[in-house]
């Protein structure tokens, strides 16, 4: 069982810290463990609960009325307002309670429906690719079950694999080229496995070089490929003075072509990037990029 604080309960729910005080003391609304210098700390229950609440305060319920429902009253009620085609921040929390269940039907219900009414890649840009910023919130805090983090992501890296071989091959030999790839101490590759799908839907021919590439080894390939552009993923820890200087190295051996860099640790990067390089938000962002080249 994970154990969360109140801030990491803020960033996840988005209730604010004074709020989630104020509904324990008045509802009831959950009670969390507190240590002997009474400082909270909050369950896989409590978190589900909260980012179930959340939902139905979101949608105009008062908590009065929330704190009054069964647990089976408050699933329900759940069922009744959240629409896969609008409420894209509820079907957010919904699959990060189904990632602390360990719970693959409702998983793949939430994604199922949300992909037969906004489609694949929309889902994508409204669903996976947030809900993936959620998870890192959670790893960073150190409040993730590595077993949950690892039974999710192989889900949606099987969907993204599955998704990416189900269209069509790019023949077009005036197709502009990119080619991913991961640091040689990454592997979180959902965000990398994101861009090869954008990349390939919309006519690019892609290398995918996945997982912990050696530098050198990416420097051999892409002289044999002659790639017309680089995207790369930092969401392991890594010092700001190694992440620069893995980037500048990039910069100064590509310095013809375009680098686009992602990850919640690229997000932190406080220091200029060369010409080459674009630091990339979200796969949105990323789509936009690549299609202004």
């Not at 089976?72 to 009620?77: G, I, V």
């Not at 990060?96 to 906004?118: S, W």
């Not at 995207?231 to 190694?242: G, N």
């Not at 992602?262 to 979200?282: D, F, I, R």
């Amino acid at each position: 069982m994970s154990s969360y604080s109140i801030k990491d309960l803020e960033r996840l729910t988005g209730i604010k810290a004074h709020t989630l005080r104020i509904w324990e003391k008045r509802y009831n609304i959950v009670d969390p463990c507190r240590s002997d210098s009474n400082i909270r700390s909050y369950c896989d229950e409590d978190l589900k609960k909260l980012l179930n609440i959340s939902i139905l305060n979101r949608h105009g319920m008062k908590i009065s009325l929330i704190a009054d429902l069964s647990l089976k009253q408050l699933n329900q009620k759940i069922m009744d307002v959240v629409r896969p085609e609008s409420d894209y921040q509820s079907q957010i929390e919904s699959l990060v309670v189904a990632m602390i269940e360990l719970n693959e039907e409702r998983f793949d219900k939430i994604l199922n429906n949300l992909i037969i009414k906004i489609g694949f890649e929309d889902t994508l840009y409204y669903a996976i690719y947030p809900f993936f910023e959620k998870i890192g919130i959670l790893w960073q805090t150190g409040s993730i079950n590595p077993a949950q983090e690892h039974f999710i992501s192989n889900l949606i890296r099987m969907k993204l694999c599955v998704a990416v071989d189900s269209l069509p091959a790019v023949t077009d030999p005036n197709a502009k080229k990119i080619m991913l790839f991961l640091p040689e101490w990454e592997l979180h590759e959902i965000g990398l496995l994101t861009y090869y799908y954008i990349g390939k839907k919309h006519g690019f021919k892609v290398y995918y070089l996945g997982q912990n590439v050696p530098i050198n080894d990416l420097f051999s390939v892409a002289e044999t490929v002659k790639p017309d552009m680089f995207a790369t993923y930092f969401i392991s820890a890594i010092a700001q003075p190694e992440m620069k200087a893995y980037i500048d190295q990039l910069a100064a051996h590509f310095s013809a072509q375009q680098i686009y860099v992602s990850g919640m640790q690229a997000a932190t990067l406080k220091c200029s990037l060369p010409a080459n390089v674009t630091l990339t938000a979200s796969a949105k962002v990323f789509k936009q990029s690549i299609l202004n080249f």
